[in-house]
């Protein structure tokens, strides 16, 4: 079956009668998406697996969305339809490819985790990051979350052992023992969890929105890492000036970028046969903790 015959199927047997069509869209990699065209409505967009139901991924997503907006005041779709078998969103329109743009966008990731600080990492509820399960069980210390829920708990998925040998495997398990001597003491705030720069679009006035959440209570420089890591256009140069200014950030940031994104490197190595480089990024950033002589 065609995809957006699949996702024309899901919608009607969801009740959404006046779809007329559904074409493609493009972007997403876990999950099959398309906007529907409905006969007295504005389109919507809609996405859903093709193999097995969402159990609680599409929910889990659509209070993400819920969470960034009203508790960090960042633009997302509306959520018109979430259920176990499919999510629909109002649409957005790409993101424009203008230094003003990713300037806005700097102000808002940065009013985000300036304003949503958190006593605790975690979140109420576990969601997901692709299509595994991030934890989220509440923790006081950064460091031990980061390293059990974010790092280690990849360790043990197939691909993940396939591509790193036993040495690696025990660096990484020297890295998150030094964690509280190679990153900063943060505290937690709302983070969107899964940042590439995909899941950055714009509102139809044409401000920075938010898609595709993985939300949770975490260090700020998640999100950060993940923008800086997943090779951001040119235009993006201003946005990482005006974020750490506004967020008064160390001159060391950069540094702190490979370890952090280990946490998505790991997830895509988990996930996808082609891991678009995660492995090799993995095994270099392991690479200075695969001795136990680490300065």
């Not at 960042?74 to 743009?101: G, H, K, M, N, Q």
Request: aromatic share 8%.
């Amino acid at each position: 079956m065609r995809p957006t015959t699949f996702l024309l199927e899901r919608l009607l047997r969801a009740g959404m009668h006046d779809v007329v069509t559904v074409e493609p869209a493009t972007g997403g990699i876990a999950a099959l998406a398309g906007i529907a065209t409905r006969r007295e409505a504005p389109p919507v967009f809609v996405k859903a697996f093709a193999d097995t139901p969402a159990d609680d991924a599409f929910v889990a997503e659509a209070e993400g969305l819920t969470a960034l907006r009203e508790l960090g005041g960042v633009a997302t779709p509306e959520v018109i339809l979430a259920d176990r078998e499919l999510l629909v969103l109002s649409v957005l329109r790409p993101r424009p490819p203008s230094e003003t743009f990713w300037e806005q966008f700097a102000h808002a990731l940065a009013r985000l985790h300036l304003n949503t600080t958190h006593p605790r990492f975690g979140w109420h509820r576990h969601n997901w990051l692709g299509r595994r399960r991030q934890v989220n069980t509440w923790d006081d210390d950064g460091f031990a979350f980061f390293a059990q829920h974010r790092l280690l708990r990849w360790l043990g998925q197939p691909r993940v052992d396939a591509a790193l040998d036993p040495a690696d495997r025990a660096a990484l398990e020297r890295l998150c023992q030094r964690l509280p001597d190679l990153l900063p003491d943060r505290p937690a705030c709302l983070t969107h969890g899964d940042l590439w720069a995909q899941n950055l679009l714009a509102t139809p006035d044409g401000q920075p929105a938010l898609i595709d959440p993985a939300v949770s209570y975490m260090w700020a420089e998640v999100d950060l890492a993940h923008v800086w890591s997943t090779a951001p256009p040119p235009e993006a140069q201003r946005f990482f000036e005006i974020y750490a200014e506004l967020t008064a950030l160390d001159t060391d940031w950069r540094a702190r970028m490979p370890i952090i994104q280990l946490r998505q490197h790991l997830a895509v190595l988990a996930q996808f046969d082609d891991d678009w480089g995660a492995g090799d990024q993995i095994r270099a950033t392991l690479a200075p903790f695969r001795t136990r002589t680490v300065r």
